[in-house]
C-alpha cells in the first residue's frame, strides 16, 4: 500500500506513510540522508524511501493492479528500484531520472509494479508507473500518489488501490493554509494510515529546514527528527 504526498506552499513539504506486510524494515538517519531501507533476501538492506540533504525524496508505492507491462523484458532496460536508489544515494539528479524515463522503457521486478513519486528541493515531482509512462509536474500545488496509476485513474479497481486515501488527501489539501508546516503534514498521514496492511513508518520532510521527522507503527506522540547537513546542499 502506501501514501505519498508532496505540497508547494509557503514551503515544500513532503509527506510519506510506508504500509507494508511482513516485511523486515529500518530507519537510518545519516549526516547526508533519512531513509527507510528493507531487507532483501538477496540484496541484504536495501534504500528504497526517504530524504537526502541535497533536497531530494524518493516515494515508491506499489501499483494495483499489477501491470504486465512493468515486468522486465531483457534484463537490460533501467530498473525503477536502481533509479530510485540512484536518486537518494545523489548518484543521479531528478533531471537525470526524468530524462532516463521519458527516453527508456522503464521496468520494475517481475509481478510487481512499483510506481515513484520523486520530486526535488525545488518542489518539481516525477511520477513513473513502469510499462505505463512518466509525469512531470513542475512545483505543483500538491501531488498525491497512492497505489493507483495516475495513467488508468479508477478504470482499474483492486482492494489496495488506495482510492479512499486518495480522496481524503486531496480534500484536507485542498483545503490547507499557505502556512501548511510538518503538523499539518502529520495529520494528513494520521488520516491515511492503515492497520490492515499497516502504517509501520510515517515521514515527513520539511525541505527548507532540511529536516525529516518520522515515526513508526502510528504512535503519533513519539515523533524523531534528524536535521541534515546542509554544507555540501547542491
Not at 528493507?38 to 526517504?50: A, C, H, R, V
Not at 531530494?56 to 504486465?68: G, L, N, Q, R, Y
Not at 510499462?131 to 495513467?151: A, H, L, R, V
Not at 490547507?176 to 494510515?193: I, M
Request: aromatic fraction near 8%; hydrophobic fraction near 35%; charged fraction near 25%.
Amino acid at each position: 500500500m502506501c501514501t505519498s504526498i508532496v505540497s508547494n506552499r509557503n514551503k515544500t513539504m513532503i509527506g510519506w506513510n510506508l504500509d507494508i506486510l511482513d516485511m523486515e524494515y529500518q530507519v537510518v538517519a545519516e549526516d547526508d540522508r533519512v531513509y527507510i531501507a528493507i531487507k532483501d533476501e538477496k540484496e541484504g538492506w536495501l534504500p528504497l524511501f526517504g530524504a537526502n540533504h541535497r533536497g531530494d525524496f524518493v516515494a515508491m508505492p506499489t501499483c494495483w493492479p499489477h501491470d504486465a507491462r512493468s515486468n522486465p523484458v531483457s534484463g537490460t532496460e533501467p530498473n525503477i528500484i536502481n533509479l530510485d536508489i540512484e536518486l537518494l544515494l545523489e548518484n543521479k539528479t531528478l533531471q537525470d531520472i526524468k530524462q532516463i524515463a521519458e527516453t527508456s522503457d522503464i521496468t520494475s521486478v517481475p509481478g510487481v509494479t512499483f510506481q515513484s513519486q520523486l520530486s526535488d528541493h525545488d518542489g518539481n515531482v516525477l511520477q513513473i508507473v513502469p510499462g505505463q509512462g512518466c509525469n512531470y509536474i513542475e512545483k505543483p500545488k500538491y501531488s498525491i500518489m497512492t497505489n493507483f496509476s495516475p495513467f488508468k485513474g479508477m478504470t482499474e479497481t483492486h482492494p489496495w488501490m488506495g482510492a479512499d486515501r486518495y480522496e481524503t488527501a486531496i480534500n484536507m489539501l485542498d483545503s490547507a493554509k499557505d502556512d501548511f508546516d510538518v503538523t499539518e503534514c502529520f495529520e494528513v498521514l494520521k488520516a491515511v494510515s492503515q492497520t490492515v496492511c499497516p502504517t509501520v513508518v510515517s515521514m515527513v520532510f520539511d525541505v527548507e529546514e532540511n529536516a525529516v521527522y518520522w515515526c513508526e507503527n502510528r504512535e503519533w506522540g513519539r515523533i524523531e527528527k534528524h536535521h541534515m547537513n546542509e554544507s555540501e546542499r547542491r
